[in-house]
């Protein structure tokens, strides 16, 4: 008798909006899904869940260990998780939270988690947003620890910041895949009503107001990181940035700027909170 291996896909941030949406969505494609989240009481329905807080890169280290050592095989990885934090807060490594949580937590389970996506010729998505179009300047190192305080309208450029750095990532991941079978890409999930403003009354007021009248679903945004995590027409692609419609629309100057990726690599790798893992080949 032939035994139906299912392919497996590890979730971050899967316990609401997008997340918990695309726990469905590939669950409905085949894949066992698993989660890792901060809560593990907020989800269900899935084949594992996994506890760990994103913005301690210690615990991001940790769980990505035990994911490759309990699970046979990952097939898919998403970094789906994300903060807007609209006032600035240091996390326990020192670094400011939504560099930690957008930024350099993938990073780090990125790196753990790669051998097993090589075994398997798996994919990663890294969940990102064309915000990051905004941003004309990058200095690094000093943005990837940037202790400033700033207001709840300077956070949006500060998101911006942290969603490009995504971007720049996996560009630079995606050069170091080449040859093994592994492919890398982010994404925009358009505009949609999720936790992510939480921090916010205005934004929560506003969001609850949208879900009332049905508008800007989660389910729209997951739409493009279903079609990147599952559909053969995307197996080949990578180091590639998709809009929410699943096009590609003319890269930044920053983006397209090779110098700069290896660059944020290197800061990112440099980190004390990152070093000190011994997580990097």
Not at 40 to 52: H, W
Not at 228 to 254: C, I, M, N, W, Y
């Amino acid at each position: 008798m032939t035994t139906i291996v299912r392919p497996v896909a590890v979730v971050t941030g899967a316990s609401g909006g997008i997340g918990s949406v695309l726990v469905r969505a590939l669950a409905a494609r085949g894949f066992d899904v698993v989660a890792v989240v901060r809560d593990p009481s907020r989800v269900s329905g899935m084949r594992e869940v996994f506890q760990a807080d994103l913005s301690d890169m210690a615990e991001v280290a940790s769980v990505g260990r035990e994911l490759a050592a309990r699970l046979p095989r990952i097939d898919v990885l998403i970094n789906n998780a994300g903060l807007h934090a609209f006032s600035q807060r240091l996390t326990a490594d020192g670094l400011p939270i939504m560099i930690a949580v957008n930024h350099v937590a993938p990073f780090v389970l990125t790196q753990v988690l790669v051998p097993k996506l090589r075994a398997s010729q798996g994919r990663i998505v890294h969940v990102a947003s064309d915000a990051h179009r905004r941003v004309q300047q990058l200095v690094l190192p000093d943005d990837l620890v940037r202790a400033d305080s700033f207001t709840a309208h300077e956070s949006s450029f500060l998101y911006a910041q942290s969603k490009l750095l995504g971007v720049l990532f996996t560009k630079a991941l995606a050069r170091r895949l080449r040859g093994t079978g592994v492919v890398a890409n982010s994404c925009c999930p358009g505009l949609n009503v999720t936790g992510l403003g939480r921090e916010s009354r205005m934004f929560s007021a506003l969001a609850k107001a949208l879900r009332w009248i049905g508008a800007f679903s989660p389910e729209a945004g997951a739409r493009i990181v279903t079609r990147l995590a599952a559909d053969p027409e995307f197996a080949s692609s990578s180091g590639v940035h998709f809009s929410h419609q699943g096009d590609v629309k003319r890269e930044t100057a920053l983006v397209a700027d090779v110098a700069l990726q290896e660059r944020l690599w290197t800061e990112t790798a440099a980190l004390p909170a990152v070093a000190r893992l011994g997580v990097l080949s």
